[in-house]
């Protein structure tokens, strides 16, 4: 997983190294995003990326009923990533990344909720790792790693250890 982790690393380098004019112009959420996974994209050859992908081949990705998260459709039944490493056609999915801006002050807890139901292993299409990075103009005050339906602690320490050495993290 630091393998994954290490090339998440690169592309948020190349992104902080090249955008610097979205959080200049304060440009939403979704275009930061999209940015970013141009990015990422570079990190993972021979995988798809995508942003808000809902989709697993033909099938539409639904949480299953009961989940503590709410969705992101009027039905309430459908998922959106805002960043997804995978295979298109077969249930390969590899990274799932949330992109919060510092400035929205809403709860975390949606994003994680999400995050947490995205690395589920009993969900059909879960994601092997998942990411919340919390971007600020010059830095990542927040990262979280989340693994098999929790946040994995030692990983998102070592996570945020690495990105404090390559000058994108927050001391602490």
Not at 34 to 60: I, M, P
Not at 109 to 133: C, E, N, P, S
Request: negative net charge.
């Amino acid at each position: 997983m630091q393998t994954e982790l290490n090339k998440v690393i690169a592309a948020l380098r190349d992104f902080y190294a090249h955008e610097t004019f979205l959080f200049e112009k304060d440009i939403g959420e979704r275009a930061i995003t999209h940015r970013f996974a141009v990015h990422l994209e570079k990190q993972f050859s021979g995988w798809s990326v995508d942003c808000n992908y809902d989709r697993l081949g033909e099938r539409t990705l639904h949480l299953p009923h009961g989940t503590i998260i709410s969705t992101d459709d009027h039905l309430g039944k459908s998922i959106y990533p805002d960043v997804v490493v995978h295979q298109r056609e077969i249930p390969n999915n590899l990274l799932t990344v949330e992109i919060r801006k510092a400035s929205n002050h809403t709860a975390l807890d949606h994003d994680q909720h999400k995050l947490m139901a995205l690395t589920d292993a009993h969900v059909w299409f879960a994601f092997w790792i998942g990411v919340l990075l919390v971007l600020d103009k010059d830095n990542v005050t927040i990262s979280e790693v989340y693994v098999s339906g929790v946040l994995d602690q030692p990983l998102s320490r070592w996570f945020a250890t690495r990105l404090e050495e390559v000058g994108l993290g927050m001391a602490r």
